[in-house]
T-cell receptor
């Protein structure tokens, strides 16, 4: 069975702290996607990681991909309240999605 | 800035009725997708569409579902006989293709089946 597991599923943290969300997957997919969803809103594409070792950064978010370990990480640096959202990862050409990590950043 | 649009924003229907959800993808995009999200739960892939045919579909996308791109701009999802469990947010997305893999999502249609 193709699976994508995210952890943690829920994360509450203070502004200014660093943290990492993990996305493990069971397929041999070499492409991985990260998305953001604000409460009651649609989805926003954050990163598309295309190959092993890919690293992309946008502001305080950095995503990386290790296809050999079947693992992607989304690292948050010096978190700010505006980054509070649910973050999803997806593989297999956007067909298989993780359950999402709900991130709450407290001022 | 180009955006994906969806209509209606909210559709209420009775069980057993047919519904058509409409999407207008970004005009020069080549790949189109439908997803659904039951409230507070994970996003579920339904179908992808390329070159006027289905390229991938999930187990959810059974004979009750169909997609169409009738006029080169609209992309529709039809549910022939709705069930209570079809109640969800339905999101349309498009991507450019040919090396451009980023997806752009519409605002969604909330479908309520009573």
């Amino acid at each position: 069975e193709l699976k994508v597991e995210q952890n943690p599923l829920f994360l509450s943290m203070q502004e200014g702290k660093n943290y990492t969300i993990y996305c493990n997957y069971s397929t041999t997919s070499d492409r991985l996607y990260w998305y953001r969803q604000d409460p009651g809103k649609s989805l926003e594409s954050l990163f598309v990681l295309l190959s092993n070792g890919a690293v992309k950064q946008e502001g305080r978010l950095m995503a990386s991909l290790d296809t050999k370990a079947r693992l992607s990480t989304l690292h948050i640096t010096a978190a700010v309240h505006d980054l509070s959202a649910t973050y999803f990862c997806a593989v297999e050409y956007v067909r298989i999605w993780g359950a999402g990590t709900k991130l709450i950043i407290k001022p | 800035e180009p955006e994906v649009t969806q209509t209606p924003s909210h559709q209420v229907t009775q069980m057993g009725q047919e519904v058509i959800l409409r999407c207008v993808p970004i005009s020069n995009h080549l790949y189109f997708y439908w997803y659904r999200q039951i409230l507070g739960q994970k996003v579920e892939f339904l179908v992808s569409f390329y070159n006027n045919e289905i390229s991938e579909k999930s187990e959810i996308f059974d004979d009750q579902f169909s997609v169409e791109r009738p006029d080169g701009s609209n992309f529709t999802l039809k549910i022939r006989s709705t069930k209570l469990e079809d109640s969800a947010m339905y999101f349309c997305a498009s991507s450019g293709g040919q090396g451009d893999y980023e997806q752009y999502f519409g605002p969604g249609t909330r479908l309520t089946v009573t």
